[in-house]
């Protein structure tokens, strides 16, 4: 066997060097180890200063370990000796020096333990020991408004829990969370930092036994393509981690964000376990592409919609099915409080509005628009009987509508495709942007092919510049859309938005018009709303609110996401807010005042579903919700004019 080359100082101090790093437990095993061999040596120097000069004070050679002990103990004690000989005094001082060394020594063990651990604690390393909670992977811009959501949807519960792991410091992330909510009801908040597709940190949060898992994608819209793909790469990893820990066998329901479509459809399919992918400009370009051709105040009702503290979609089948042969027309007076809007078949297949006709069988569940689901209740026996018959006849024609759209983003393209598939032939759809491309020349080609009986454009202007901002000539449009560009922060990209909207005001003032375009404008952070209703916009989209909402609400039910993804197509029903003309005659009267299941009864006969009412005397009145009226009581009475609006579920516009 070779003979070390190094000293035995050195290889001794390696040893106790790997054996100090071992931890807490080895440091308190070599302190007892100290101590253990500090009481030997100080009891045999006793020993030895008795044999030679015996301790009168001592009533056998046994008490001199109880006096050693007390000495290295207790440094009083040493006053035991204090009639006891010189030699005895020097080796009881030994002890009680020993001893100070000793249990200074421990003291500050046991110091560096509890600082360690709470060093620990303020890193986010410990095990989280909860069941039946909801985690967030990442912290992001979206991180609380879908918090305020989730404590508003635990609110009935008595003590829910939400975790959030993010690669993000733990103090950072519980002081920004701390200075934004202030009421967490009956939700506890935890924290914890790691990265988020480390399988070892999604165990520590205990994934496995989770109620639901929403992924937060760190890539913003607006960033850099190649950004957007490593994103949606790091989201695809966390749900294969999230697979792993549950050993690839049911896993709690996952809900994600991911910008490529693509990506989107690999990710719903990789598992057999719930995994539901949102695309955040898909869903808000088709969004902003309906509110520009609705009538004022839709983005009231889809606010209403997304979040927990208004109303929401449930899936609802009574625990003795339907009591017998069922249509879908014949449902829609069977729910006091609540509203079906389509069918959840046994096939699994979602259909909004269908036929009046639609049978509703055993196994299938009604898509319920209620406030919470402690308001649905089924009755076997219809609660209102209507006396509409008749409805009046509408012209099916379609106006040609002008609609401009300020900024290029990741949005823009995908709105003016949906405008194109809603507006009637010989509209305009004009684009301005600072600076043009050759991608939107591209784009702009391909378009006209589709749709060469609508003029669109792409036009390169000066948006700050007043003079050519007035050249655009906005008063002459129908509908027009400011969309917040890319920004570093969400407040930079709103204080554009918001400076582009105090000119285009001003352009609108000066016209001395009265009929101004429908001023529509997509908003960042939901705490800037009150400057935009103060800046005369109509219609406004808080894009991170949104999203948040929808998240939020579908990691609660996950089939909601294929609701919204079938509410917001072209094909299909979508919601509009249509003149109460195309339900009722008002040929010789200014007003009529009627039950809201008349006006259910009316938008059946139209083949449509209606969720609610818009008083228009009401529709600047924001404590009113604009004028919206949702789900109201089947037997409440309103008094309606030609100029007030139903919200109606249907296929189109007309």
């Given at each position: 066997?070779?003979?070390?080359?190094?000293p035995l100082?050195?290889?001794?101090?390696?040893?106790?060097d790997?054996?100090?790093?071992?931890?807490s437990?080895?440091?308190?095993?070599?302190?007892m180890?100290?101590?253990?061999?500090?009481f030997?040596?100080?009891?045999?120097?006793r020993?030895?200063?008795?044999?030679?000069?015996?301790?009168?004070t001592l009533n056998?050679?046994l008490?001199i370990?109880?006096?050693?002990?007390?000495?290295?103990?207790?440094?009083?004690?040493?006053?035991t000796?204090g009639d006891s000989?010189?030699?005895?005094?020097?080796?009881?001082?030994i002890?009680?020096?020993v001893?100070?060394?000793?249990?200074?020594?421990t003291?500050a063990?046991?110091?560096?333990?509890?600082?360690?651990?709470?060093?620990e604690?303020r890193?986010?390393r410990?095990?989280?020991l909860e069941?039946?909670?909801?985690i967030i992977?990442?912290?992001?811009?979206r991180?609380?408004e879908?918090?305020?959501?989730?404590?508003?949807?635990?609110?009935?519960?008595?003590?829910?829990?939400?975790?959030?792991?993010?690669?993000?410091d733990?103090?950072?992330?519980?002081?920004?969370?701390?200075?934004?909510?202030?009421?967490?009801?009956?939700?506890?908040?935890?924290t914890?930092?790691?990265?988020?597709t480390?399988?070892?940190n999604l165990?520590?949060?205990?994934?496995?036994?989770?109620?639901?898992?929403i992924?937060?994608?760190?890539?913003?819209?607006?960033?850099?393509?190649e950004?957007?793909?490593?994103?949606?790469a790091?989201?695809?990893?966390?749900?294969?981690?999230?697979i792993?820990?549950c050993?690839?066998?049911?896993?709690?329901?996952?809900?994600?964000e991911?910008?490529?479509?693509r990506d989107?459809?690999?990710a719903?399919?990789i598992?057999?376990g719930?995994?539901?992918?949102?695309?955040e400009?898909s869903?808000?370009?088709?969004?902003?592409?309906?509110l520009a051709?609705?009538?004022?105040g839709l983005?009231?009702?889809?606010?209403?919609?997304?979040?927990?503290d208004?109303?929401?979609?449930?899936?609802?089948?009574?625990?003795?099915?339907?009591?017998?042969?069922?249509?879908?027309?014949?449902s829609?007076?069977r729910?006091?409080?609540?509203?079906?809007?389509g069918?959840h078949?046994?096939?699994g297949?979602?259909i909004?509005?269908?036929?009046?006709?639609?049978?509703?069988?055993?196994?299938?569940?009604?898509?319920i628009?209620?406030?919470?689901?402690?308001?649905?209740?089924y009755?076997?026996k219809?609660?209102?009987?209507?006396k509409?018959?008749?409805?009046?006849?509408?012209?099916?024609?379609s106006?040609?509508?002008?609609?401009?759209?300020?900024?290029w983003?990741?949005?823009?393209?995908?709105?003016?495709?949906?405008?194109?598939?809603?507006?009637?032939?010989?509209?305009e759809?004009?684009?301005?942007v600072?600076k043009?491309?050759?991608e939107?020349d591209?784009?702009?080609?391909n378009l006209?092919?589709?749709?060469p009986?609508?003029?669109?454009?792409?036009?390169?202007?000066?948006l700050?510049?007043?003079n050519?901002?007035?050249?655009?000539n906005?008063?002459?449009?129908?509908?027009?859309?400011?969309?917040?560009?890319?920004?570093?922060?969400?407040?930079?990209?709103?204080?554009?938005?918001i400076?582009?909207?105090?000119r285009?005001?001003?352009?609108?003032?000066?016209s001395?018009?009265?009929?101004?375009?429908?001023l529509?404008?997509?908003?960042?952070?939901?705490?800037?709303?009150?400057?935009?209703?103060?800046?005369?916009?109509?219609?406004f989209m808080?894009?991170?609110?949104?999203?948040s909402q929808?998240?939020a609400?579908?990691?609660?039910?996950?089939?909601?996401?294929?609701?919204?993804?079938?509410?917001?197509?072209?094909?299909g029903?979508?919601?509009?807010?249509?003149?109460?003309?195309?339900?009722?005659?008002?040929?010789?009267?200014?007003s009529?005042t009627?039950?809201?299941g008349?006006c259910?009864?009316?938008?059946?006969l139209?083949?449509e579903?209606?969720?609610?009412?818009?008083?228009?005397?009401?529709?600047?009145?924001r404590?009113?919700?604009f004028g919206?009226?949702?789900i109201?009581s089947?037997?409440?009475?309103?008094?309606?004019t030609?100029?007030?609006?139903?919200?109606?579920?249907?296929?189109?516009?007309?």
């Open positions: 066997m070779k003979k070390s080359e190094y100082k050195t290889r001794l101090s390696y040893q106790i790997n054996f100090m790093s071992k931890g437990s080895s440091i308190f095993l070599a302190l180890l100290l101590f253990t061999l500090g030997l040596i100080i009891l045999i120097i020993g030895i200063s008795n044999f030679i000069l015996p301790d009168e056998s050679w008490e370990p109880w006096r050693v002990y007390v000495a290295i103990i207790e440094g009083s004690a040493a006053e000796d000989n010189w030699l005895a005094k020097i080796s009881s001082i002890g009680v020096l001893g100070l060394v000793l249990f200074s020594s003291v063990f046991i110091t560096s333990v509890f600082e360690a651990k709470l060093a604690l890193r986010g410990s095990m989280v069941n039946d909670h909801t992977l990442g912290f992001g811009d991180i609380l879908i918090i305020r959501e989730l404590i508003e949807a635990n609110e009935s519960e008595p003590d829910a829990a939400i975790v959030i792991l993010a690669d993000d733990k103090e950072n992330m519980d002081n920004i969370i701390r200075d934004n909510i202030d009421d967490f009801l009956t939700t506890r908040i935890i914890r930092s790691g990265v988020v480390n399988i070892n165990k520590k949060v205990n994934a496995d036994q989770a109620k639901s898992i992924i937060m994608n760190n890539a913003a819209s607006w960033r850099s393509s950004e957007l793909k490593l994103a949606d790091m989201v695809l990893k966390s749900i294969m981690s999230i792993a820990v050993h690839g066998e049911n896993h709690p329901p996952i809900t994600c991911i910008h490529s479509n989107r459809e690999l719903e399919n598992s057999k719930s995994v539901k992918a949102l695309n400009v869903v808000l370009s088709r969004m902003i592409a309906q051709l609705s009538q004022n983005s009231v009702v889809y606010s209403d919609m997304v979040g927990f208004g109303n929401e979609f449930y899936f609802y089948e009574p625990e003795d099915s339907w009591g017998g042969p069922l249509t879908f027309g014949e829609l007076n729910f006091k409080s609540s509203t079906p809007l069918i078949n046994k096939k297949e979602i909004l509005n269908p036929p009046s006709s639609a049978k509703i069988e055993k196994g299938d569940e009604l898509i628009f209620a406030e919470d689901d402690s308001t649905i209740k009755y076997d219809a609660i209102f009987s209507p509409t018959t008749h409805i009046p006849q509408v012209s099916q024609e106006k040609p509508q002008r609609v401009a759209l300020l900024n983003t990741p949005k823009t393209n995908i709105i003016i495709e949906k405008l194109c598939s809603y507006i009637p032939d010989r509209s759809i004009h684009t301005y600072s043009k491309e050759n939107m591209t784009f702009l080609q006209k092919k589709q749709y009986k609508i003029t669109i454009t792409i036009n390169e202007t000066d700050n510049d007043l050519q901002l007035n050249q655009i906005p008063i002459s449009f129908d509908s027009l859309l400011i969309l917040s560009p890319s920004g570093t922060t969400i407040e930079e990209m709103d204080a554009y938005v400076s582009l909207l105090i285009v005001r001003q352009i609108l003032r000066k001395g018009s009265n009929q101004w375009p429908k529509i404008t997509e908003v960042m952070d939901s705490d800037n709303i009150d400057i935009i209703l103060n800046s005369g916009v109509e219609d808080v894009s991170n609110q949104f999203v929808i998240m609400q579908v990691s609660e039910e996950p089939l909601a996401l294929d609701v919204y993804d079938d509410l917001f197509q072209a094909d029903s979508e919601l509009y807010i249509k003149p109460a003309s195309y339900y009722f005659s008002f040929e010789n009267n200014d009529i009627i039950p809201y008349e259910v009864q009316a938008a059946l139209r083949k579903v209606i969720i609610g009412l818009q008083i228009n005397s009401e529709q600047k009145n404590n009113k919700m919206i009226n949702l109201p089947k037997n409440k009475k309103f008094t309606l030609k100029h007030d609006g139903l919200i109606a579920l249907a296929e189109d516009e007309a």
